[in-house]
């Protein structure tokens, strides 16, 4: 990964630089086309929306992050995996989408989403980054509420929202999606 693709990093963590993506970043845009379609295999994609599916090519991938760009503020993962060639690989993606008659009327509530590559399952890096990306957004972002849908079975995610203090809000039994939120603090 070129340097360019780091130098606006927003968030450091013990292991990973979350950076985050506008759409004027052709570099840091190229970057994660030629990477995401490696990383949305298909145990990454069972508990996504369908349109993460079938993005076999690095143009499926950047109509994808056009897509999601459109729709939501898109951070990058990138892993610091220290001297190895390829030392700064794409790990995930987190999203988050504020609706803009909430951003103006000051009491946001965001929907958060974030995907993982499958050789970063299981090591603590989703925790980390999470943690440090809504530690961010608390301090930063027009945001009063985080909440997050997540599929009933998938439980890793859901022992993640937990673990990062979210709590289940009301739910149909008989949906197949859970709704977690996450009250932040104020902000001045």
């Known amino acids: 990964m070129s340097g360019t693709a780091v130098s606006n990093s927003i968030i450091n963590t013990a292991r990973t630089k979350l950076v985050a993506v506008t759409a004027a970043d052709e570099p840091l845009l190229r970057v994660i086309s030629e990477a995401l379609p490696a990383i949305l295999t298909p145990a990454v994609c069972l508990h996504l929306p369908p349109n ?3 993005i076999s ?49 000051g009491a946001a509530e965001a929907h958060l989403g ?9 090591g603590g890096i989703a925790s980390e980054c999470l943690s440090a990306f809504v530690a961010e957004v608390s301090k930063s972002a027009p945001v009063n509420t985080l ?11 859901i022992r993640l929202l937990e673990k990062l203090g979210f709590s289940l809000q009301n739910s149909d039994s008989e ?3 859970l709704h977690y939120a996450l009250a932040l603090r104020c902000h001045g």
């Open 52 to 54: 993460f599916s079938d």
């Open 57 to 105: 090519s690095a143009a499926k991938a950047r109509a994808l992050l056009d897509e999601m760009l459109s729709q939501s503020q898109v951070t990058a993962i990138f892993a610091n995996l220290g001297d190895k060639p390829d030392a700064n690989p794409l790990a995930g993606l987190i999203f988050m989408h504020i609706a803009a008659q909430e951003a103006a009327s």
């Open 114 to 122: 974030y995907l993982l590559a499958e050789r970063f399952w299981g």
């Open 147 to 157: 909440v997050a849908g997540v599929e009933v079975g998938n439980l890793a995610s």
């Open 175 to 177: 949906q197949s999606t």
